[in-house]
T-cell receptor
């Protein structure tokens, strides 16, 4: 079985500041890990994914995440926040390709000028 | 562009009526699709796994007779909310795996409001 825990339901940063959204996972098999972003009343857009290749994964819009097996973590970072980054972010895990995805509770990122 | 199309994007219906939501994979065949439900300011909860040509697999606590899923072709899955009630009002999102098994593509969701 798989599960993810996202620490912090809300994260506030200033424009230009570092963004760090935390995700810890639990999986009985080598996991696939994902970060998705959701804007109001819209579906989910994939930011990046880890599928057992390089542990440092680069995604769209300047985001990246590092898979750390020893810490069972997959934290999302961005060096410099932009106002347009304000959204809901979901970490998700699956047991491999074509398996169902289990989502964390989400973190709302707030960006102030 | 979008690889999973969901329709309608929003619907308002009266209590007791049924509503059908369509999910299409646009440029690939999807033998498996997933239906999620999302309550306001909450995460996505998996409702069921839709399997082409066979019965859907429902998650625990999801009423299969209320949420009918049909996956009649490799590019189309439908979710029908039968005898809808106000508590069924929610955001429903479908998804399908990419050809290689990753990533999972999502439709833009359907906002259902039952009055």
């Amino acid at each position: 079985a798989q599960s993810v825990t996202q620490l912090g339901s809300h994260v506030s940063v200033s424009e230009g500041a570092l963004v760090l959204l935390r995700c810890n996972y639990s999986s009985s098999v080598p996991p696939y890990l994902f970060w998705y972003v959701q804007y109001p009343n819209q579906g989910l857009q994939l930011l990046l994914k880890y599928t057992s290749a390089a542990t440092l994964v680069k995604g769209i819009n300047g985001f990246e995440a590092e898979f750390k097996k020893s810490e069972t973590s997959f934290h999302l970072t961005k060096p410099s926040a932009h106002m347009s980054d304000a959204a809901e972010y979901f970490c998700a895990v699956s047991g491999g390709g074509f398996q169902k995805l289990v989502f964390g509770t989400g973190t709302r990122l707030l960006v102030s000028p | 562009g979008a690889v999973v199309s969901q329709h309608p994007s929003w619907v308002i219906c009266k209590s007791g009526t049924s509503v059908k939501i369509e999910c299409r994979s646009l440029d690939f065949q999807a033998t498996t699709m997933f239906w999620y439900r999302q309550f306001p300011k909450q995460s996505l909860m998996l409702m069921a796994t839709s399997n082409e040509g066979s019965k859907a697999t429902y998650e625990q606590g999801v009423e299969k007779d209320k949420f009918l899923i049909n996956h009649a072709s490799l590019t189309l899955s439908t979710l029908t909310v039968t005898s809808a009630h106000p508590e069924d009002s929610s955001f429903y999102i479908c998804s399908a795996w990419d050809r290689g098994g990753s990533p999972l593509h999502f439709g833009n969701g359907t906002r259902l409001t039952v009055t």
